[in-house]
Structures are given as structure tokens and as C-alpha cells.
């Protein structure tokens, strides 16, 4: 979603902010622009990509060492030139760029208009912008002071950044509901939504709470709250590598990160599991896995690709832990009154930690008095922060648009949970108890196998790239991966998938088959094995194409199905963590092969900030 990239410093601020904004590209936009002092406030601004803006101001003088720049998402307006950030304010001598949505910016645009301000966008960006500056004039105040001021009546979520022509050295900044990251350097600071664009210039960074006001002048920083008490903001240091956020040799970041989990799982194992000791301890949890073993009721709020990941974790602790779980898209939960007593608790789950309705859910949560726990990946992102305990799933940054290691890593961090919360309860034995921890060790090694079939799944890609339709069937701890597969496959191919329990599809998928129609069964050796073999034999009697990823050596479904992916035999509670990666990779090349933009893919977003 939006992107912010700012500077003040003794830079030159332009080629540093595009390099930032191409950063932040990953997170789904569909205009760009920057504001700089260069004469004047001047703002440059377009639709499409970073590379069009690049093109199109290439002929301008564009030195200064201030700037505010922006990808923007749309949400009030359509994608065009006009809607792009930076907005000026009425008298120009203002520019802002703002990250979420102003809720009642129509009402704030009515009296605007009444007084005589005339907009030149449709955003509710540009509407904030020109508040602040009639605050400013009305109440003859500082911008600081304007800005807190307009904070107390916006309703919404907003991260902004606002330069004012008349104070070359000064940038304010502010926050409520949508990330911002300050880096902190030498005379010199970075403002942006996430830690990529600033971490090859600094590792020290701010993270903004919510209703702070960060002000930048003349080299100096101070950070106040919205009632104006002077705030001491922690600086922490990131410790983010540059090449993390680089392709490093590999054609898109997607695939990068397909063959990074290997790594991304044993860092998510490391210091937590030691099968030689029946060592299994998740550090942020500790003190809560005791009270987890009693609880009644677990419900699991996420979105996308985290809600599948949360999807496996109810059939972990389920049978692990003989737990109830409640599985529950953020988005409805948030607005449905739900049923939640003291005594429960929420596990959330979020890549980004900064998803708009998954962090609501977190407030709802908490304020009928569960115990919230996060699954997150983001270090220091707003949902860990909101949270009451956790664990972070250590998978790196992720930039392809379509989740892939964050994914496994999710899944090993709600496995280890619930083997954990199982041990304490004593619903495990002590032989599966080990057994697991074994197995666990060892699946880093089993994704690397898995990879190596590459070439074979690329070949099946080639028969099926022009498909128009594919179901996806699974049971059991392979239904969620099915949703998975489906969804890996529509996000960046755009050919439609439906992802089903593979005993539902005579209820409705059925009617859908015939010889046209690419059917993937996830169709390993485990509880449900023999129920699968029957419904590919009924995929098969209506001549739909089958594509079965199976266990190492199974001899029966290479008899039926078209076209086969093993996988290497494991304890069932694990196989969604090596059966999603076939998938995977069989969706990134039929992307590929169709020319999709597999990175950033048409109207999504990485991190959905608005709800
Ligand atoms: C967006 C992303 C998905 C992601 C979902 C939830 O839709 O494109 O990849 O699964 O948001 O995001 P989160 O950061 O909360 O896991």
C-alpha cells in the first residue's frame, strides 16, 4: 500500500528518495511523486511506476537536500496524475504525502470549500493538507502546532510527512494507524513506511507511536505526543541487511524468496527446537505457554495468506493440544460483535504487522479482555507492538507481493506453538513429542528436496499456462494449502482458482469438470489418504487433468493422475510446511510464462494499511 520516503539532510535528496520509493515499490502502487525545494516547493508527480516519474522529471534541475516523495495505492480517487502525492496546500507553500484514509475528510472538505479553498484532486490527502494550513492562518500558530491541532479532529489512519516552503530545513511528521519509520543519522534524517529505503544509510531508527508528532529542524529532532508533552523516542537498531532487499542473482524476488526457506525455516527453528535434548522453547511465549495449556478457546485472527497459515494452526492445536479454535478473517471479526470472554485468548497472525483490519481485530480483542498473542514477521511493526506477547517468524524481509516464506515460517511458529502448549497440557506423548522435534529439524532439509523438482514443475507450468480455471483440492492439514495454492496462483497469474476440501467438491466444483479443467490434488500419504485416491478417481472419471503432489514413493496415484510432484514422507501435522512449496513455484511460472509482473501484481497491495 502507500509508500513514504522523506528526507533532511545534506544529501541530494531526489536520487535518494526515487531509490527509496523503488524500495517500497513491493508494497503496490499506482502513481509516484516528490516534492522538493529547488527554487520553489516544486512537486512532480505521475501515474504508473517510479521509472515513469524518473522519465518524466529527467530534464529538471532537481537539487536539494529536502524532500518528500510517495507511492500511492488508491482509495479516494482513481490512479492518475492529479490524485498522486505530494498535495500542495492552498497557498502552495505547503506539500504533503499521507499513508491510510481520512474518514471524515468530506465533511472537513465541505466547510473548506465554503471558505473558498478549491482542491485539485479528489483525495482526502489533499483535503488534510489544506485543514492544517487553515488551521495555521486561523490560529496564527506554528505548522507544528497546526498539525497537532487538525490530528485532534481528523478521524482515520494516517502516517503523513508535510514540508513547508518557508522552512527549508524543517519536516514534520506524524502518525495514527499507519507505519512510519524515522532513521537517524548524522545531521541528517529518513522518514519512511518501512525500514527498507533508509537501511543503507542508517541502522538507528525511530519507530513513530501512534498520535506522536516528530519534527525535524535544522539538524535537530523532537518528538511530542498530541498533547504536546515532549516524548523520548526509543531508538533502536535494525539489524537489516542490505542485500536482504536485493534480488541477489534471481529474476524476481518471488523466486528468491521460494528458494530462501530452507534458510528462512532453520532461522525460525534455531535456539527454539533441539530434538537431541527435547528442547522446545518459543522465547517471547514462555511465560504464557503455561496459561495457553488452559485455555478454553483460541481464536485466530489474520488475513490472506496468514489466514491460511492460521487455518493449519487450528488443525495443529486441535489435535496436538485438544484446544478449541476458532479460525477468523480480521476484516469480519472485526464488525460482527463477536462472542469473546475474558480468559480467551487471540493468536493474530500478520507478515506485515501492519494490517489495518487485523490490527482492529487486536484492539476489539483486547478491550473485551483477551490475551493477545502475535505471529509476526515485521520486527517492530505495529502489531508486535500491540500485542501482549509472541513470537516473530524471523523469515526476512519478504518483498514479492505474493507471501511464499512468510508463509512457512508462520506455519513453523504455530507448529512449535502448539507442540509447545501440547507438552505443557500433556496431550502429547513424550514419543511424538520427539518425533516432532526430529521432524521439525529436518524440514528445512525436505523444502531443499522439494526444490529440486523445479524443472519438473516448470515443465507441468508450460501445459497449463493458458488454463483459464484450476480447482485445488486437499483434506485435512492439505485443505489450507489448497486455499494457499489457489490463492498463490490467481494473485499473480490472474487465472481464476478455487482452492476447496477435497470431499466438498461434490457439492458444487464437480459440475465444473471436464477435459479442460486442471485439477491439483494435494494427495499425500497420510490420514486421508484413501479418501483423496477416491476423489481423484472421480476427477478422472470426468476427464479432468490431474496434477497430484504426493508422497516419495507412492505407487498409486502415478497410475491415475497426469502429472506427478513428490514430496518426501513426514509426520502429517508437517506436511502443509513442504506440500505449499510445489504449488509455489507451480504458480510463479505459469506468472511467468503468461508475463505477469510476479512481483507486483495489478491492484495489490503488501501491506493492506487501510481497511
Ligand atoms: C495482503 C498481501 C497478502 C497477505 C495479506 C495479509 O493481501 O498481499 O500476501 O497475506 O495482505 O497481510 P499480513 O501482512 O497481515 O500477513
Redesign the pocket.
Known amino acids: 500500500m502507500c509508500g513514504i520516503v522523506a528526507y533532511v539532510g545534506h544529501r541530494d535528496a531526489a536520487p535518494l528518495i526515487l531509490k527509496g520509493l523503488k524500495r517500497l515499490e513491493y508494497r503496490?502502487y499506482d502513481s509516484a511523486g516528490i516534492a522538493l525545494l529547488n527554487g520553489a516547493l516544486n512537486v512532480y508527480k505521475k501515474k504508473g511506476k517510479v521509472k515513469d516519474l524518473e522519465e518524466a522529471i529527467a530534464h529538471e534541475t532537481l537539487q536539494s537536500t529536502i524532500g518528500i516523495g510517495h507511492t500511492r495505492w488508491a482509495t479516494h480517487g482513481e490512479p492518475n496524475d492529479r490524485n498522486a502525492h505530494p498535495h500542495y496546500s492552498a497557498s502552495k507553500n505547503l506539500a504533503i504525502i499521507h499513508n491510510g484514509i481520512i474518514e471524515n475528510y468530506s465533511s472537513i472538505k465541505k466547510n473548506l470549500i465554503k471558505k473558498g479553498h478549491e482542491f485539485h484532486s479528489d483525495t482526502d490527502s489533499e483535503v488534510f493538507v489544506h485543514f492544517i494550513e487553515d488551521i495555521q492562518i486561523n490560529a496564527g500558530c506554528t505548522l507544528e502546532e497546526a498539525v497537532r491541532l487538525a490530528m485532534k479532529e481528523v478521524v482515520g489512519a494516517y502516517a503523513i510527512v508535510v514540508m513547508d516552503a518557508t522552512n527549508p530545513t524543517q519536516l514534520i511528521a506524524a502518525r495514527k494507524g499507519s507505519p512510519l519509520v524515522i532513521g537517524v543519522g548524522e545531521k541528517e534524517f529518513f522518514f519512511a513506511s518501512d525500514a527498507t529505503p533508509i537501511i543503507e544509510y542508517t541502522h538507528e531508527m525511530i519507530y513513530l507511536n501512534d498520535y506522536e508528532i516528530a519534527v525535524v529542524r535544522d539538524g535537530e529532532l523532537t518528538v511530542k505526543n498530541i498533547d504536546n508533552a515532549l516524548q523520548s523516542p526509543y531508538i533502536q537498531t535494525v539489524e537489516l541487511e542490505l542485500e536482504a532487499i536485493e534480488k541477489g542473482g534471481y529474476e524476481h524476488f518471488m523466486l528468491k524468496e521460494i528458494f530462501e526457506q530452507p534458510r528462512s525455516v532453520a532461522d525460525c527453528l534455531r535456539g527454539r527446537v533441539n530434538a537431541d535434548n527435547g528442547h522446545l522453547v518459543l522465547g517471547g511465549l514462555r511465560e504464557y505457554t503455561d496459561k495457553l495449556a488452559k485455555a478454553k478457546r483460541i481464536v485466530i485472527v489474520?488475513?490472506?495468506?496468514?489466514w491460511h497459515a492460521g487455518l493449519v494452526a487450528e488443525y495443529l492445536f486441535e489435535e496436538l493440544a485438544r484446544i478449541n479454535v476458532e479460525v477468523e478473517y480480521a476484516s469480519e471479526f472485526r464488525y460482527r460483535n463477536p462472542i469473546i470472554k475474558e480468559g480467551d485468548f487471540v493468536i493474530a497472525?500478520?507478515?506485515?504487522?501492519?494490517?489495518a483490519d487485523?490490527l482492529a481485530a487486536i484492539e476489539l480483542a483486547k478491550s473485551k479482555g483477551a490475551t493477545i498473542i502475535g505471529v509476526c514477521n515485521v520486527v517492530g511493526s505495529s502489531i508486535p507492538r500491540a500485542t501482549h506477547a509472541g513470537a516473530y517468524t524471523h523469515a526476512g524481509p519478504e518483498i514479492g507481493?505474493?507471501?511464499t516464506k512468510?508463509f512457512t515460517a508462520q506455519v513453523i511458529v504455530l507448529t512449535q506453538m502448539a507442540i509447545a502448549v501440547a507438552r505443557k497440557k500433556g496431550s502429547l506423548h513424550e514419543d511424538t513429542f520427539r518425533r516432532l522435534l526430529f521432524e521439525l529439524e529436518r524440514i528445512p532439509h525436505k523444502i531443499e528436496t522439494v526444490l529440486q523438482s523445479d524443472g519438473k514443475i516448470k515443465e507441468i507450468a508450460e501445459k497449463f499456462k493458458d488454463a483459464r480455471n484450476f480447482i485445488y483440492l486437499g483434506r485435512g492439514y492439505n485443505f489450507p494449502v489448497a486455499l494457499e495454492g489457489a490463492l498463490k496462483l490467481k494473485?499473480i497469474s490472474y487465472i481464476h482458482a478455487e482452492g476447496y476440501p477435497a470431499a466438498e467438491m461434490k457439492h458444487g466444483p464437480i459440475a465444473l469438470i471436464d477435459a479442460e479443467m486442471p485439477v491439483v490434488f494435494i494427495a499425500t500419504k497420510d490420514s486421508s489418504y484413501d479418501k483423496v485416491v477416491s476423489n481423484i478417481q472421480e476427477v478422472k472419471a470426468r476427464k479432468g487433468q490431474v496434477i497430484a503432489i504426493v508422497t516419495e514413493g507412492d505407487k498409486l496415484i502415478p497410475t491415475m493422475a497426469d502429472y506427478v510432484v513428490e514430496i518426501p514422507a513426514m509426520h502429517e501435522a508437517l506436511i502443509p510446511l513442504v506440500s505449499v512449496i510445489p504449488l509455489q513455484l507451480l504458480s510463479y511460472h505459469i506468472a511467468v510464462m503468461r508475463g505477469c509482473n510476479v512481483d507486483q501484481p495489478r491492484n495489490?497491495?503488501?501491506?493492506?494499511t487501510v481497511e
Open positions: 503496490g489474520a488475513c490472506g495468506t496468514s497472525i500478520s507478515q506485515s504487522g501492519e494490517t487485523t507481493v505474493a507471501s512468510a494473485e495489490l497491495a503488501k501491506s493492506v
